[in-house]
């Protein structure tokens, strides 16, 4: 039972470099979401779907891009790396909206900007 | 979104019952009370949530005051499994996205 898989679990850029997280869910869930952790910090929402196709911003899209072709995968796209990105990004699915759905969390992906 | 204050830190005794308060005064008829906790280098995991009423489950218990104001997560005997942060998050029933907004947390400690 994988749950929710992100890849890579660690990276390390240069300033101005491009990569992209994958986050793959094997639960058939509609919802994905992409959070951001500084240290020390609580998680801010990066982009969310609510199905395939439909995307939506969150509290902090800029220097982002995300798509959602399929239901079981939300890539996030960093593109021109900043300092500014180096964070822990943690993807979670949850089924169909419902106030009982709890999100379900990878563990996440830790990435240095140099 | 409605916020909620939770206290920076707590700490605990190993096998003692711990109780995290969580402040949400400005709660709405539609919001939902959620509990996540983070262990180190993990992602968060979902703890439990409720509406009005008392709810427990095998992780924990959430006690929720009659005006909805304020509640608290019980762990019934604190282990060190525990150590972690503890997050109160106002989930609104209606909202499109059904997004999580996530505070600070509250850091449990626990001592052996």
């Known amino acids: 039972n994988a749950g929710v898989t992100q890849t890579p679990k660690f990276r390390i850029l240069k300033i101005g470099q491009s990569m992209t997280l994958q986050c793959t869910q094997d639960?058939?869930?509609?919802?994905m979401y992409w959070y951001r952790q500084d240290p020390g910090m609580g998680l801010k929402l990066i982009y969310y779907?609510?199905?395939?196709?439909?995307?939506d911003k969150g509290e902090v899209p800029n220097g982002y891009n995300v798509s959602r072709s399929t239901t079981e995968d939300f890539p996030l796209r960093l593109e021109l790396a900043a300092p500014s990105q180096t964070s822990v990004y943690f993807c979670?699915?949850?089924?169909?909206?419902?106030?009982?759905?709890?999100?379900?969390f990878g563990n996440g992906t830790r990435l240095t900007v140099t | 979104d409605a916020k909620t204050t939770q206290p920076n830190s707590m700490e605990s005794n190993e096998e003692e019952p711990v109780h995290l308060p969580c402040n949400h005064s400005?709660?709405?008829?539609?919001?939902?009370i959620h509990w996540y906790r983070q262990l180190p280098s993990q992602g968060p995991e979902y703890v439990i949530h409720?509406?009005?009423s008392n709810v427990n489950n095998r992780m924990a218990s959430l006690a929720i005051a009659e005006d909805r104001k304020s509640s608290t997560l019980i762990l019934h005997r604190a282990t060190l499994r525990d150590a972690a942060v503890y997050y109160c998050?106002?989930?609104?029933?209606?909202?499109?996205?059904?997004?999580?907004?996530f505070g600070a947390g509250t850091i449990l400690r626990v001592k052996s």
């Open positions: 979670a699915s949850s089924t169909s909206p419902t106030y009982n759905s709890p999100l379900h």
């Open positions: 639960m058939n869930h509609n919802y």
């Open positions: 779907s609510v199905g395939a196709g439909i995307t």
């Open positions: 400005t709660i709405s008829g539609t919001d939902y």
């Open positions: 409720g509406l009005t």
């Open positions: 998050i106002l989930r609104d029933s209606v909202e499109y996205g059904n997004k999580l907004v």
